[in-house]
């Protein structure tokens, strides 16, 4: 309806619409004050005088309406319009009615039956189970029956540490429960008082984190039976009995393949934002250490969060000269990062992610390591090694 003070059945509906979205989770807890009582605006005399086309359809549209609800009418006796018989209110009793209202009648009921289902096995999820109404309403039903299932195989077995796809449930393997393991989660949290990602509060095992590293020495292979190439858990790494002379982390894994032979050094590749399993190599403390990263926000991004684990680390190839002498070979950045407090920058790299951010040199400016120009990153990997190697044996004199 155009006129405001006029509450026709599209505008009620419209009004049912959000606040079903807004307390149907509470209504699930049996909260909520009933009966619902709707005001539809009610007009006086003088307004309907003005309006009176707009009131004459609203009282049609609510003499022809059909649905759930009492509608309460009114009488007035107008001195100029005589009397007239006016709908003043609409009660509703409860969620049901509600949902009726807005067409989602068989969602609210399939809720209400699983909540009640699940609270029945689960008495201790009564008050968190709402949150996820959502779910409950349209989940299709393999998938409500299998997150029950791995609930109650869960608190039947609450140290089992197997892998999840282990878990003896038919149709649960890891894409699934990657896929729900958030709300996995926080029901089982609820129901074991334990805090944590579904792993830790679930008992279950959690798959080792591997790092892909290239020894490129063979006096450094000689240790691990002449392996040249690893990917191997960080545990594993960080026992190996060797020590670099230098260390290289480089973002991208082809870049990390790309490296030729190179006395004392070792190379690690490909782990992108996940630097910090670095702090648990112990050999890698005292070593020089480089790190070479795409020259885009988050390529500094990494640097920073690296430099928190290895304080010590050096950039590489990450500087404005290189950037912009490769200005042919630059993309655009699909996500920049916002971050903007990163501490651990140095000046001259802070300056160019300040720049990247900014677009000093163009919007989005991205340029990837590996399209830097081979032999020109060739020769500042072998400068590096011949710093550290100056620097070890000035230590050393």
């Not at 989770?25 to 009610?42: I, K, N, Q």
């Not at 670095?278 to 990263?293: E, K, S, T, V």
């Not at 885009?296 to 690296?306: M, N, P, S």
């Amino acid at each position: 309806m155009a006129r405001s003070f006029l509450t026709d059945p599209a505008a009620v509906r419209t009004r049912l619409l959000t606040r079903y979205g807004n307390q149907r989770a509470d209504w699930l807890r049996g909260m909520g004050s009933w009966p619902l009582e709707l005001p539809l605006g009610v007009p006086s005399e003088a307004r309907a005088l003005k309006s009176l086309s707009a009131v004459q359809a609203w009282v049609a549209a609510w003499q022809e309406w059909q649905g759930p609800g009492e509608l309460c009418w009114t009488d007035r006796q107008w001195p100029r319009l005589g009397r007239q018989r006016l709908p003043e209110r609409l009660l509703l009793q409860g969620p049901k009615e509600v949902a009726e209202w807005i067409g989602e009648t068989e969602a609210w009921a399939l809720a209400v039956a699983r909540y009640d289902e699940t609270v029945r096995e689960f008495p201790g999820l009564r008050e968190v189970l709402p949150v996820h109404v959502d779910w409950l309403a349209s989940a299709v039903p393999a998938e409500f029956d299998r997150t029950r299932q791995v609930l109650g195989w869960v608190l039947a077995h609450p140290d089992s540490g197997l892998y999840p796809r282990q878990l003896p449930i038919a149709g649960i393997d890891s894409k699934w429960v990657e896929t729900h393991q958030t709300r996995l989660a926080r029901l089982l949290e609820t129901l074991t008082g334990r805090n944590g990602d579904l792993l830790s509060v679930a008992g279950l095992r959690r798959e080792p984190t591997r790092l892909r590293l290239r020894l490129l020495d063979s006096e450094l292979r000689r240790p691990v039976g002449g392996l040249g190439d690893l990917f191997a858990p960080v545990e594993e790494i960080a026992a190996l009995p060797i020590a670099p002379g230098i260390v290289f982390i480089v973002e991208n894994l082809r870049t990390g393949l790309a490296f030729e032979e190179l006395p004392g050094v070792a190379v690690f590749m490909g782990q992108g934002y996940a630097v910090d399993v670095f702090q648990q190599i112990h050999w890698l403390q005292d070593r020089p250490c480089y790190y070479w990263g795409d020259l885009d926000t988050h390529g500094f991004a990494i640097l920073d969060r690296l430099r928190g684990y290895l304080p010590g680390v050096r950039s590489l190839l990450m500087d404005e000269q290189t950037l912009l002498a490769h200005r042919d070979l630059w993309v655009a950045e699909e996500r920049p990062t916002e971050a903007t407090d990163f501490a651990l920058l140095g000046f001259g790299e802070r300056a160019v992610y300040d720049g990247l951010l900014s677009g000093r040199w163009g919007h989005r400016v991205r340029l990837e390591q590996e399209r830097i120009a081979w032999n020109l990153a060739w020769g500042h990997i072998l400068q590096a090694v011949a710093s550290a190697d100056l620097e070890r044996h000035g230590l050393q004199n």
